[in-house]
T-cell receptor, first 111, second 115 residues
Framework: DVKVTQSSRYLVKRTGEKVFLECVQD?????MFWYRQDPGLGLRLIYF???????EKGDIPEGYSVSREKKERFSLILESASTNQTSMYLC??????????FGPGTRLLVL | AQTVTQSQPEMSVQEAETVTLSCTYD???????LFWYKQPPSRQMILVIR??????QNATENRFSVNFQKAAKSFSLKISDSQLGDAAMYFC????????????FGKGTHLIIQP
């Protein structure tokens, strides 16, 4: 079974803090993704990556950056957290033209 | 840009009955995939079913089946013999060329199962 893990289930941060959300997959997948989920809006794509050190902007990249130094790990970075970044963050990975597998999500609260 | 519309924010069904969740999408592409994901209260997104656009046959997974109408750009999910464990948010999603550029999701349908 594919396993996608995220470093935290819940996270509370202060406005202006730098926040790292980590995602690790164990299936040697090329593609990894970060989504944000808000009630009534569904999931929206923040960034994705085809391979190590590759990154592409999704639909809502503003205020976020990403890092992929190793194939299995994809990090989402909030350079200076703001209250409007309070949300649920979901990581996913997939092999090309296969199915996306999701992690359990991180619920981030920015105070 | 592609869009995915789920017009039913909430649906309710009696246990053991059948329910259909609606999804429409808009695209000008010919090579794409469609998905239904389930998100129970645990928040874990679970793939329910997937359909390749080039396949005319509707996908089926046990009690779950889809009605894929390519010309109408419609992709509904039918759940037969509904069970309490089916209660969840259901998201319809679109992925061009397999989804390597990410998926576009609808806003979701909250499915309630009445015992």
């Amino acid at each position: 079974d594919v396993k996608v893990t995220q470093s935290s289930r819940y996270l509370v941060k202060r406005t202006g803090e730098k926040v790292f959300l980590e995602c690790v997959q164990d299936m040697d997948h090329e593609n990894m993704f970060w989504y944000r989920q808000d009630p009534g809006l569904g999931l929206r794509l923040i960034y994705f990556s085809y391979d190590v050190k590759m990154k592409e902007k999704g639909d809502i990249p503003e205020g976020y950056s990403v890092s992929r130094e190793k194939k299995e790990r994809f990090s989402l970075i909030l350079e200076s957290a703001s209250t409007n970044q309070t949300s649920m963050y979901l990581c996913a990975s997939m092999e090309f033209q296969e199915t996306q597998y999701f992690g359990p999500g991180t619920r981030l609260l920015v105070l | 840009a592609q869009t995915v519309t789920q017009s039913q924010p909430e649906m309710s069904v009696q246990e053991a009955e059948t329910v259909t969740l609606s999804c429409t999408y808009d695209t000008s592409e010919s090579d794409y995939y469609l998905f239904w994901y389930k998100q129970p209260p645990s928040r874990q997104m679970i793939l329910v079913i997937r359909q390749e656009a080039y396949k005319q046959q509707n996908a089926t997974e046990n009690r779950f089946s889809v009605n894929f109408q390519k010309a109408a750009k419609s992709f509904s999910l039918k759940i037969s013999d509904s069970q309490l464990g089916d209660a969840a948010m259901y998201f319809c999603a679109y992925g061009s060329g397999g989804g390597a550029d990410g998926l576009t999701f609808g806003k979701g349908t909250h499915l309630i199962i009445q015992p």
